[in-house]
T-cell receptor
Framework: QQQVKQSPQSLIVQKGGISIINCAYE??????FPWYQQFPGKGPALLIA?????SEKKEGRFTISFNKSAKQFSLHIMDSQPGDSATYFC?????????????FGTGTRLQVTL | DTEVTQTPKHLVMGMTNKKSLKCEQH?????MYWYKQKAKKPPELMFV???????INESVPSRFSPECPNSSLLNLHLHALQPEDSALYLC????????????FGPGTRLTVL
């Protein structure tokens, strides 16, 4: 019940195209869904996050779509650029004591080609 | 300042050595985390400190010993590690409570020979 399933494992998109990464969860106790971007040799950096009472959130070229009834959420990267080439992790968070506990998806390696 | 710093960047140690990883943040966060990340895998939670007290230990072997000396610092003491412990060790911090972003440091790349 703690798992977050993420697909695809890897993705190749042409410059200017749309990158779509999907995630699904089981535990309804999760109450916050962040996406992290990680470049090789660096720590993950928060890209965008959504609460389960919102169906969509957009920040620049990045959009999260959230379907609470299906327990699924996805990241759309519009106008993908070579600089977006990185590994993307979806995550789901729940309160554990007084701190938030993140459960990560397995990651998607995105390559944006010229 | 929204930065989490970690030292050292790289560490090579033998199986009999004792070493420590350090993490620091000045964002006023009262929750701090240690994660372990193997290549091509997501970060795995190891420990959580909340208000300088250990609140979560994800069944981590005792050769890893965390310490939170104050609200800005987090250490991970390493002793008698195994080669399979080689990984990127990430520190993160956040506000306490729910729906708060975790800020990650750049990590320490650990190699155990």
């Amino acid at each position: 019940q703690q798992q977050v399933k993420q697909s695809p494992q890897s993705l190749i998109v042409q410059k200017g195209g749309i990158s779509i990464i999907n995630c699904a969860y089981e535990n309804t106790a999760f109450d916050y869904f962040p996406w992290y971007q990680q470049f090789p040799g660096k720590g993950p950096a928060l890209l965008i996050a959504i609460r389960p009472d919102v169906s969509e959130k957009k920040e620049g070229r990045f959009t999260i779509s959230f379907n609470k009834s299906a327990k699924q959420f996805s990241l759309h990267i519009m106008d993908s650029q070579p600089g977006d080439s990185a590994t993307y992790f979806c995550a789901a968070s729940m309160l554990s004591g007084t701190a938030s506990k993140l459960t990560f998806g397995t990651g998607t390696r995105l390559q944006v080609t010229l | 300042d929204t930065e989490v710093t970690q030292t050292p960047k790289h560490l090579v140690m033998g199986m009999t050595n004792k070493k420590s990883l350090k993490c620091e943040q000045h964002m006023g966060h009262r929750a701090m985390y240690w994660y372990k990340q193997k290549a091509k895998k997501p970060p795995e939670l190891m420990f959580v400190y909340s208000y300088e007290k250990l609140s979560i230990n994800e069944s981590v072997p005792s050769r890893f010993s965390p310490e939170c000396p104050n609200s800005s610092l987090l250490n991970l003491h390493l002793h008698a590690l195994q080669p399979e412990d080689s990984a990127l060790y990430l520190c993160a911090s956040s506000q306490t409570g729910t729906r708060n972003e975790q800020f990650f440091g750049p990590g320490t790349r650990l190699t155990v020979l």
